[in-house]
């Protein structure tokens, strides 16, 4: 059967002499691979340009239920992508985004809402005039409301030390392993009421963003079963926070 389905490409694995391997998340079967035969030939290498991370793409594909990986008939470029391939910047960030989401969707099931949060914030990021070093890590509190554990935002006079666990504010430091310290409850309270168009007073330097954004991924890996290493973490803490 031929299915057509937008996808956000993910991650790549080369596969034999010529072909690809591409992850993505679609908006009609959510998680799938892809299978993208001769992508690699000399004469077809700007055809294999179109799999870099976060590229939106249109594809046409012959699904079968019940195989791990689709073979790709036609793809195409859905949304061009105008500065995030050639803005060192972006280009970092969207590799770490594409990352977390290869480590963390699992589910091969449609989620509209999703999938909209996804390409919208894509084409965001693309637009944006000058990069924010708070991106991503808002992005990271953003999909937390899709993941299905994004905390409570009760920060206050009694409540004043999150708690990697419940996902609130608690009032004491009981579990002093699984919480944060005033301060860094204090900013992740800050991250929490922001959103992409609000971001420019976080006003935070690269220390307290890298510690944010450590402690972001100990939160993910508490709430996402065999989420793994982002092993683009260390070039992302090189460029920001080096």
């Known amino acids: 059967m031929i299915r057509k ?7 790549t694995t ?3 002499e010529s072909s690809l391997i591409v992850q993505c998340y679609t908006e009609q079967s959510g998680r799938q691979s892809y299978m993208v035969k001769g992508v690699r030939k000399s004469r077809k290498q700007n055809r294999s340009n179109l799999f870099q991370p976060l590229f ?18 036609e793809v195409s470029r859905a949304t061009p992508l ?10 970092t960030q969207a590799i770490f985004i594409a990352e977390v989401l290869y480590r963390v969707l699992k589910e091969e099931e449609q989620n509209p809402m999703l ?29 937390t409301r899709y993941l299905g554990f994004y905390p409570q935002n009760n920060f206050g006079e009694t409540d004043r030390y999150f708690d ?23 900013r992740w309270s800050l ?4 959103n992409y168009q609000n971001s420019e007073d976080i006003g935070l330097n690269s220390r307290q963003r890298k510690n944010v954004l450590e402690e972001l991924i100990r939160f993910y890996k508490m709430h996402v079963d065999g989420m793994g290493e982002i092993r683009s973490l260390e070039v992302l803490h090189s460029f920001f926070h080096g």
């Open 56 to 73: 939106i793409l249109d594809f046409e594909v012959y699904h079968k239920e019940g195989r791990e990986i689709q073979m790709v008939r």
């Open 115 to 143: 999938s909209h949060f996804l390409i919208s914030t894509i084409r965001y990021l693309d637009a944006l005039q000058k990069p924010s070093p708070d991106f991503h890590i808002i992005f990271m509190f953003q999909l």
């Open 191 to 194: 991250y929490m009421s922001r």
């Open 14 to 16: 080369r596969y034999g």
């Open 82 to 91: 105008n500065s995030i391939p050639y803005d060192i910047t972006k280009s």
């Open 164 to 186: 990697l666990a419940s996902g609130s504010f608690r009032s004491g430091m009981s579990h002093p392993d699984i919480q944060l310290d005033e301060a860094e409850s204090r």
């Open 5 to 11: 389905t937008r996808g956000i490409v993910l991650h």
